[in-house]
């Protein structure tokens, strides 16, 4: 039986886990617009850069990302992504009193919670690498 305050933990964990892979995909297309810039080498104005996903949501980056991207794999999990994230944004601690003590739907909330934390962790560490591939294009 998992405690309200173990779930509410464990929602926040992963709440923070897809903040990281938001802000992993904005470092990752900026790179690639600093590589499209070094690649025109100013012969044609390119722009693009931070504030043009400063404030993406992370629907929006995965769709930036899968347009700039050939890791089919990666993008199908990303794509699992929002729907988790916006449970846990925004619904996982509107619990009705009987939800909240109910031990079982809160030990299925948590188990949840847990599985998007480890999607989204993975995703994260597998951007970070995508990162480091267009690092050393860059250099």
Do not use: W
Not at 47 to 62: A, F, Q, R
């Amino acid at each position: 039986m998992e405690s309200d305050r173990e779930y509410a933990i464990a929602a926040m964990d992963a709440l923070a886990s897809m903040q990281f892979v938001e802000e992993s995909l904005r470092m990752y297309l900026i790179r690639v617009y600093a590589l499209v810039r070094k690649r025109l080498n100013d012969d044609v104005g390119f722009s693009l850069d931070y504030p043009d996903v400063e404030k993406d949501s992370l629907g929006t980056l995965i769709g930036k990302f899968q347009t700039h991207s050939n890791s089919e794999g990666l993008i199908q999990t990303l794509m699992s992504l929002p729907r988790e994230r916006n449970f846990l944004a925004h619904e996982s601690f509107l619990l009705r009193e009987e939800q909240y003590k109910n031990s079982s739907h809160l030990d299925a909330l948590h188990e949840r919670a847990k599985k998007a934390k480890a999607r989204a962790d993975k995703c994260f560490r597998e951007v970070l690498v995508e990162v480091a591939r267009l690092d050393s294009l860059l250099k």
